[in-house]
């Protein structure tokens, strides 16, 4: 029996049984998992790997990507992929790929089920009388609003945000978006308002929901003068980048009552150090943002479809770059590509 020709490499995250990525590349190549919690632990261990799968424990750096001796395609088994160093990679000729439309329904589920459950009162309720905080009723959590006419505002309306804008219309509020890097009809497609200055979406909307990448551009995005552009008493959502969102201003404003609620489902640092003003806030019952504030770690885009799908699509697109095929998502448009 011939040998694979290849040897794939899978960072980090993923462990063994390798069923998905050895389903596809079966004949083909090695797959090797890693497990590695840091770039330095790649040391001598990705060299001579002819493609290397990447997801997201740390940065995947030019200084590792110039170590690369054979590498075809490096594949970030995900939809964002702020991770790589994409200009190092296309400097070497290895085109860097992503998997962009895995978790697109989980994450919008996510969302606007967060967002929800912020508008109607379910979060805080559940959090203060579990603890015996408060009369059994509603009074409390007063006032609550009326789903229905209100604002649902997106930044970022690609798949993700196109998914979240139809899930908040079946609530029956009224969606918007801002997003300079679509063609002008989306909105009409859609059904939604367009907003082409981000300060008129932000002053106009309740719930604020992030779904943009993380770039040079986005990054520190919404902070403290953004939102205090924001509603008193709105509700902010981000399952996009942590590093999008300032969530030390996110809990200064739960904190003096600007936003009613926020759920954050990524953070600038993940996991967050133990001193984090996020988990302080999150963890301590006394803290007047506690109640307000839903946190997740990084799950939003999670279900057992979902893994199985950005496991084989990773590995098919490895399996196209290994074998010369086109590239279905390459994100960095390399020069020289290496064959």
Not at 180 to 199: M, Q, S, T, W
Request: with cysteine; proline share 6%; net charge negative.
């Amino acid at each position: 029996m011939t040998s694979p020709r290849f040897k794939v490499v899978i960072t980090d995250l993923i462990t063994e049984p390798l069923e998905y990525e050895r389903s596809v590349l079966d004949g083909v190549a090695d797959v090797v998992a890693l497990q590695a919690m840091s770039e330095s632990e790649l040391q001598g261990k990705v060299e001579d790997a002819d493609a290397v799968m990447v997801y997201h424990y740390f940065r995947f750096t030019d200084a590792t990507i110039k170590r690369l001796e054979r590498c075809r395609v490096i594949v970030r088994p995900g939809v964002g992929y702020d991770g790589v160093d994409i200009e190092a990679a296309r400097l070497q000729g290895i085109p860097v790929c992503n998997v962009p439309d895995y978790g697109t329904e989980e994450v919008a589920d996510s969302a606007v089920s967060m967002a929800i459950s912020l508008a109607r009162g379910s979060h805080f309720l559940n959090s203060r009388l579990k603890r015996g905080v408060g009369d059994w009723n509603v009074d409390q959590a007063a006032p609550l609003w009326r789903l229905r006419g209100r604002r649902f505002g997106i930044i970022g309306c690609g798949r993700i945000g196109t998914a979240a804008a139809l899930r908040a219309k079946s609530f029956g509020m009224d969606v918007a978006f801002y997003d300079p890097y679509l063609p002008d009809g989306i909105d009409k497609a859609l059904g939604v308002e367009r907003f082409d200055r981000l300060e008129e979406l932000l002053s106009a909307s309740h719930i604020l929901s992030l779904h943009c990448p993380l770039t040079a551009e986005t990054r520190g995005m919404i902070g403290g003068p953004q939102i205090r552009e924001m509603p008193w008493g709105s509700i902010l959502v981000n399952t996009s980048r942590g590093g999008v969102v300032d969530t030390a201003a996110v809990i200064a404003a739960l904190g003096e009552g600007h936003l009613a609620g926020a759920a954050i489902d990524v953070l600038e640092q993940e996991p967050p150090e133990p001193d984090s003003p996020v988990l302080a806030a999150w963890r301590d019952p006394t803290h007047p943002a506690h109640d307000r504030l839903l946190l997740n770690p990084h799950t939003a885009f999670y279900c057992e479809e979902g893994c199985a799908e950005f496991r084989t699509k990773g590995a098919q697109e490895v399996l196209r770059g290994l074998l010369g095929e086109p590239l279905r998502n390459c994100v960095n448009a390399p020069v020289n590509t290496r064959r």
